[in-house]
Structure formats: C-alpha cells, structure tokens
T-cell receptor, first 116, second 115 residues
Framework: GNSVTQMEGPVTLSEEAFLTINCTYT??????LFWYVQYPGEGLQLLLK?????DKGSNKGFEATYRKETTSFHLEKGSVQVSDSAVYFCALSEDAGGTSYGKLTFGQGTILTVHP | DTAVSQTPKYLVTQMGNDKSIKCEQN?????MYWYKQDSKKFLKIMFS???????INETVPNRFSPKSPDKAHLNLHINSLELGDSAVYFC??????????????FGPGTRLTVL
C-alpha cells in the first residue's frame, strides 16, 4: 500500500534559519504529492503541491520538488518566521485511473517551532 | 463565510454515550471526508462520500456511522463511545474524486474527549 514517511520532529529553529523537512513516499502508479500545514487550533490547509516528476511546488516562500528517482518531496524555506510555527504534513494521492477517490495518505506530521 | 464548518468544536462526554458531529460545506463540492487525528497528530481517513454515496470506508469500528443527507452535509454518529475515541475529528471536502488537480478543504476540527 501507499505510505509517506516524514522526518521525526519536533523541529525548533531560530527566526531566519533555513528549514528542511524531509519526506519520502512509497506508492504504486504516479502519485500527486502535497504539503499541508496545520496552524495551532485550526484545520489543515494546502501549502503546495506537485503532480508529476520534477515539478516544483511553491507558496509563501516554501518550496518542494517532486523527485521520482529518490521518491522524495522535501519541504524547504530559506528564512523561517515565527508565524511559520505549525505542524507540516506531507501527503500523496494516487491517481489509479481515476479510482483513487481523492484519498490522501498522510505522513505523521512534523511539528515546527520558530523562536524569535 | 466559513467554507467548511463543524459543530460542535468541543465535545466532552462519558464512556458509553452516543454522540454526533455535524459538518457542512458551502463550496459546492461533491466529495466530503472524515478524518481522525490522534494525540500525536497522526491523521487517518475514516470515510468519504461522493454525491451522497459512500466511496471510502476504512477499517473503522461499526460504532461509527456516517450520514450524508445531501452533498453539502456529512455527519458522523458514534455509538457507545470508548476512551480510545478521544481525538480531533476533521471534516474535509473537495471537488471531484481525484485529488490530482484539486485540494481538500478542511474544517476547524471537533475535539472529542471521552471520560
């Protein structure tokens, strides 16, 4: 079955530090890959996505590149802010001829705390 | 206007009780989902409905019964609540069955505590 593995957290950084959160996946077929973010007390919201190999998703200074050869989709940001403190989830959705029903398989989440 | 709303936001109840959580979306989406998030933030899908038809039914105790009266609503009824049911339950919606081109919009969550 499909699975997503994220780096263990929590991650604690100082403001303006460089962020990397590793994500690797296992899937049959050709999945789409996503990063979702959950701010304290809220539901998840889509941060960025990539639908095919070598695509780069980007939003709010965050980037992730779909690497089929290493089955990875690592999240990066050059300079984090206190407001980036949240839980980050890597996820995949497999498009198996349109029968995937939009099912997302999530990683375990990585808690990020950014200090001033 | 809130896109995906859930009620109640907090639910505290005794073991053995029956409770319901309601979800409504005003995005015009045709697919809705229920997820369970445990205390370690792990998120797992429970059910999904497309146009009021159940399309995803993960390994969930049959004490959990979803109901979709129309495309905009998906409710979750839980019978005989157990301590292990304590979690945050998220409702989500999307347009279409395939997440390749779309995204799922999540509600704010319902924190269920079973005493």
């Amino acid at each position: 079955g499909n699975s997503v593995t994220q780096m263990e957290g929590p991650v604690t950084l100082s403001e303006e530090a460089f962020l990397t959160i590793n994500c690797t996946y296992t899937a049959t077929g050709y999945p789409s890959l996503f990063w979702y973010v959950q701010y304290p007390g809220e539901g998840l919201q889509l941060l960025l996505k990539a639908t095919k190999a070598d695509d780069k998703g980007s939003n709010k200074g965050f980037e992730a590149t779909y690497r089929k050869e290493t089955t990875s989709f690592h999240l990066e940001k050059g300079s984090v802010q206190v407001s980036d403190s949240a839980v980050y989830f890597c996820a995949l959705s497999e498009d198996a001829g349109g029968t995937s029903y939009g099912k997302l398989t999530f990683g375990q989440g990585t808690i990020l705390t950014v200090h001033p | 206007d809130t896109a995906v709303s859930q009620t109640p936001k907090y639910l505290v109840t005794q073991m053995g009780n029956d409770k319901s959580i309601k979800c409504e979306q005003n995005l015009g989406h045709d697919t809705m989902y229920w997820y369970k998030q445990d205390s370690k933030k792990f998120l797992k899908i429970m059910f999904s409905y497309n146009n009021k038809e159940l399309i995803i039914n993960e390994t969930v105790p049959n004490r959990f019964s979803p109901k979709s009266p129309d495309k905009a609503h998906l409710n979750l009824h839980i019978n005989s609540l157990e301590l292990g049911d304590s979690a945050v339950y998220f409702c989500a919606s999307s347009q279409g069955l395939v997440a390749r081109v779309g995204e799922q919009f999540f509600g704010p969550g319902t924190r269920l505590t079973v005493l």
